[in-house]
């Protein structure tokens, strides 16, 4: 998949094409980016349920023509209870089950306040009428939903919920089969009628704080009542010709930008030689060096994340980049399963937006009365005193999300992301180089053989993987100057769901989807 879709008037991209969809219908219908956004939010929570969901976290970026980029915060902070005391028996916080549910799913909440930015120009029943539809007839399994299922049906087989609601008839199901979700259907359809406060403060809000009271997990109906999303200012980075913008901690959205800012100091004249993945993955390096000392909540950083991007902090770190030897690399990397979505209206508001439940399946635990599934986004904390991540109530865990935009000089706006945990910077830093840097078709940049450093969605090791439509040369080069380089599939889903809208001045949209992926861009 090379060529790049275009279209004039509005266009949805999104890692599974039932959510392009319902976002480009709701555009159809008159509605803006961000309420396509909704809907298709909506309905991917319905048709990769392995992947992300309400019970889960989100982040927005919000472009809207003459006024400064908003960024969303919607990650849910540590539950009342949710105590180091209450883990003493433990040693660690546990990555499945209800005491891995201990943090406010803060997806709903978001949404909400997206909402507040909007237009206003469609009913919420609208929005979700895609997702309820989906929930309550059903939608064929992915196979990405299948083989997760089947990978990790030992550890989540018993967690309260499960079995319930993702193993019909007593198995996983197989690719093809309909998945239908009536609990959720419900749930949806009662936030549509009630509002999507609900969730936080009304009848939703009550059955999910009983069923998670039920199961054990430390998150109560305090926490959701206390919860609303955070609205703000994204980081920026200045680069030559570009002003790019990312999620602030506790994302590392200060890491993606890293990247950008690093390889704009050493990057060589061609793309997809040695050079060009040689010098990006030095650069992630040096910026998760900084990632891994200083990303955490905000309320106890040492200090500010945007002074990290400041022209003399990279100039520094640059000038640390060896550009022919790797930089020993044995560092524990970041897991987590997440959607990236974007969407661009007629009028220019732009949304780049990304969600998740962390882990696929998140926490495992499904509330029966709602339907929902609980991220164990609060996995990512630790019980080690001496950790900058430790847990406390009221404590914004770490989130590899990272909902990327950048405004071009010549008038272009480019909403750009990925799934993949720890590859989320990675592949983003890769599109973006190669859209921005070396004029590749937006579809080429998101197409082209990716690499990774570090854990990410279904891997354990910390090698460079690299797919192996790599050039052979390429390869061979990589391993000479040191890094430990694995091969993986040609298109291989480690690599992410990568996708991108882009507006230019004269209103013209091009979009690409990550052939890795079930995705699809959608267009008129």
Same mark, same amino acid.
């Given at each position: 998949?090379?060529n790049?879709?275009?279209?004039?008037?509005?266009?949805?991209?999104?890692?599974?094409?039932?959510?392009?969809?319902?976002?480009?219908?709701?555009?159809?219908?008159?509605?803006?980016?961000?309420?396509?956004?909704v809907a298709?939010?909506?309905?991917?929570?319905?048709?990769?349920?392995?992947?992300?969901?309400?019970?889960?976290?989100?982040?927005?970026?919000?472009?809207?023509?003459?006024?400064?980029?908003v960024?969303?915060?919607?990650?849910?902070?540590?539950?009342?209870?949710?105590?180091?005391?209450?883990?003493?028996?433990?040693?660690?916080?546990?990555?499945?089950?209800?005491?891995?549910?201990? %943090?406010?799913?803060?997806?709903? !909440?978001?949404?909400?306040?997206?909402?507040?930015?909007?237009?206003?120009?469609?009913?919420?029943?609208? #929005?979700?009428?895609?997702?309820?539809?989906?929930?309550?007839?059903?939608?064929?399994?992915?196979?990405?939903?299948?083989?997760f299922?089947?990978?990790?049906?030992?550890?989540?087989?018993?967690?309260?919920?499960?079995?319930?609601?993702?193993?019909?008839?007593?198995?996983?199901?197989?690719?093809?089969?309909?998945?239908?979700?009536?609990a959720?259907?419900?749930t949806?359809?009662?936030?549509?009628a009630?509002?999507?406060?609900?969730?936080?403060?009304?009848?939703?809000?009550?059955?999910?704080?009983?069923?998670?009271?039920?199961?054990?997990?430390?998150?109560?109906?305090?926490?959701?009542?206390?919860?609303?999303?955070?609205?703000?200012?994204?980081?920026?980075?200045?680069?030559?010709?570009?002003?790019?913008?990312?999620? %602030?901690?506790?994302?590392?959205?200060?890491?993606? #930008?890293?990247?950008? !800012?690093?390889?704009?100091?050493?990057?060589?004249?061609?793309?997809?030689?040695?050079?060009?993945?040689?010098?990006?993955?030095?650069?992630?390096?040096?910026?998760?060096?900084?990632?891994?000392?200083?990303?955490?909540?905000?309320?106890?950083?040492?200090?500010?994340?945007?002074?990290?991007l400041?022209?003399?902090?990279?100039?520094?770190?640059?000038?640390?980049?060896?550009?022919?030897?790797?930089?020993?690399?044995?560092?524990?990397?970041?897991?987590?399963?997440?959607?990236?979505?974007?969407?661009?209206?007629?009028?220019?508001?732009?949304?780049?937006?990304?969600?998740?439940?962390?882990?696929?399946?998140?926490?495992?635990?499904?509330?029966?009365? %709602?339907?929902?599934?609980?991220?164990?986004?609060?996995?990512?904390?630790? #019980?080690?005193?001496?950790?900058?991540?430790?847990?406390?109530?009221?404590?914004k865990?770490?989130?590899?999300?990272?909902?990327?935009?950048?405004?071009?000089?010549?008038?272009?706006?480019?909403?750009?992301?990925?799934?993949?945990?720890?590859?989320?910077?990675?592949?983003m830093?890769?599109?973006?180089?190669?859209?921005?840097?070396?004029?590749?078709?937006?579809?080429?940049?998101?197409?082209?053989?990716?690499?990774?450093?570090?854990?990410?969605?279904?891997?354990?090791?910390?090698?460079?993987?690299?797919?192996?439509?790599?050039d052979?040369q390429?390869?061979?080069?990589?391993?000479?100057?040191?890094?430990?380089?694995?091969?993986?599939?040609?298109?291989?889903?480690t690599?992410?769901?990568?996708?991108?809208?882009?507006?230019?001045?004269?209103?013209?949209?091009?979009?690409?989807?990550?052939?890795?992926?079930?995705?699809?861009?959608?267009?008129?």
């Amino acid at each position: 998949m090379l060529n790049t879709p275009s279209g004039t008037r509005g266009m949805v991209t999104a890692p599974h094409h039932l959510a392009a969809q319902s976002g480009l219908a709701v555009l159809r219908d008159g509605g803006d980016a961000i309420e396509a956004m909704v809907a298709a939010a909506a309905t991917i929570a319905v048709a990769y349920p392995h992947m992300n969901g309400l019970g889960g976290d989100g982040f927005w970026i919000v472009s809207r023509p003459g006024q400064a980029p908003v960024a969303i915060d919607a990650c849910g902070p540590a539950a009342a209870a949710a105590t180091p005391e209450a883990y003493a028996d433990r040693a660690a916080i546990p990555s499945r089950g209800p005491g891995a549910a201990l %943090t406010v799913p803060g997806t709903v !909440g978001g949404w909400q306040t997206a909402l507040s930015l909007s237009g206003g120009r469609t009913p919420l029943a609208r #929005l979700l009428a895609d997702a309820i539809g989906y929930a309550r007839d059903g939608v064929p399994v992915t196979t990405g939903q299948a083989e997760f299922g089947r990978a990790k049906l030992d550890e989540l087989r018993d967690v309260p919920g499960f079995a319930e609601l993702f193993l019909p008839d007593g198995d996983v199901p197989a690719p093809g089969d309909w998945f239908r979700q009536p609990a959720l259907a419900r749930t949806l359809e009662r936030l549509a009628a009630a509002g999507l406060d609900d969730f936080y403060r009304g009848q939703v809000a009550r059955d999910l704080a009983a069923d998670l009271a039920m199961a054990g997990s430390p998150l109560g109906a305090d926490d959701l009542a206390s919860y609303t999303a955070e609205q703000g200012s994204p980081l920026q980075v200045r680069l030559d010709g570009v002003t790019a913008y990312n999620m %602030t901690p506790p994302t590392q959205g200060l890491a993606q #930008l890293m990247i950008l !800012g690093l390889f704009d100091r050493v990057r060589p004249e061609t793309a997809d030689d040695f050079a060009f993945v040689h010098r990006l993955v030095e650069a992630t390096k040096q910026a998760f060096l900084v990632r891994n000392a200083e990303v955490r909540d905000p309320a106890i950083m040492r200090q500010s994340a945007q002074g990290f991007l400041a022209p003399d902090c990279l100039d520094g770190l640059a000038a640390q980049i060896d550009l022919a030897r790797a930089l020993p690399w044995e560092r524990p990397g970041q897991v987590g399963d997440t959607i990236w979505m974007g969407a661009v209206d007629a009028e220019g508001t732009a949304v780049s937006f990304i969600q998740s439940i962390y882990w696929e399946f998140g926490s495992g635990v499904v509330s029966p009365s %709602t339907g929902v599934l609980l991220q164990n986004r609060g996995a990512s904390f630790s #019980l080690d005193p001496a950790n900058k991540n430790r847990l406390a109530p009221g404590r914004k865990p770490f989130h590899t999300l990272v909902p990327g935009y950048a405004e071009f000089d010549d008038g272009r706006r480019l909403v750009y992301g990925t799934m993949g945990g720890e590859g989320q910077p990675q592949t983003m830093g890769a599109v973006f180089a190669r859209y921005a840097r070396y004029g590749q078709g937006l579809q080429q940049a998101v197409t082209a053989p990716r690499w990774l450093l570090g854990r990410t969605w279904g891997a354990e090791s910390t090698t460079l993987k690299l797919e192996s439509r790599f050039d052979e040369q390429v390869v061979a080069d990589l391993r000479a100057a040191g890094h430990a380089v694995e091969l993986l599939a040609p298109f291989s889903s480690t690599m992410g769901h990568a996708g991108a809208v882009v507006r230019h001045s004269d209103g013209r949209l091009e979009g690409a989807t990550d052939p890795r992926s079930d995705g699809g861009v959608a267009a008129y």
